[in-house]
């Protein structure tokens, strides 16, 4: 129940704005049905880290079933998806996964997000548009 203790964003503008506004932390965006398992999942764990991130990171969390204007134009199709904005501008991470836009799979450990962020914020800060996970997620390294 940690997503209770998050930000929601309910309207487009308010994402606009959460992006724009924010100059000095990267904008971790949730975007998915609160109900839907995974996105209770990923909640518990941006609770958690929320704390340990806040001095360059802020979470927020968008039902993307209610605000719908981000779907179509960021490719919002799987029940939970992360995604990192730094300045108004789409920072990618490279997971070793092909898709480098968004996490859109289940993270187990607290670290392994905060690591992500971190490196995010890192390459954000620097003027990079993308950074390099520090952990490979793709499916050759589970066999």
């Not at 109900?35 to 909640?43: V, Y």
């Not at 039902?63 to 490719?75: G, L, R």
């Not at 898709?99 to 003027?127: C, H, M, P, R, W």
Request: hydrophobic share 45%.
């Amino acid at each position: 129940m940690g997503s209770m203790f998050l930000t929601h964003l309910h309207s487009a503008w308010h994402v606009d704005q959460a992006i724009l506004s924010e100059e000095q932390r990267l904008v971790v965006l949730r975007f998915g049905s609160a109900a839907n398992p995974d996105c209770i999942a990923m909640d518990e764990h941006l609770f958690k880290i929320a704390d340990r991130v806040k001095n360059f990171a802020v979470i927020y969390l968008i039902d993307n079933t209610a605000v719908h204007d981000f779907n179509s134009m960021y490719e919002i199709y799987d029940p939970c998806t992360v995604m990192f904005f730094w300045r108004n501008k789409h920072i990618q991470v490279d997971f070793g996964t092909g898709n480098n836009n968004k996490i859109n799979f289940q993270i187990t450990e607290k670290q392994e997000l905060i690591d992500i962020i971190e490196v995010a914020y890192k390459a954000a800060s620097k003027g990079k548009g993308l950074a390099v996970s520090p952990k490979d997620y793709s499916t050759k390294w589970m066999y």
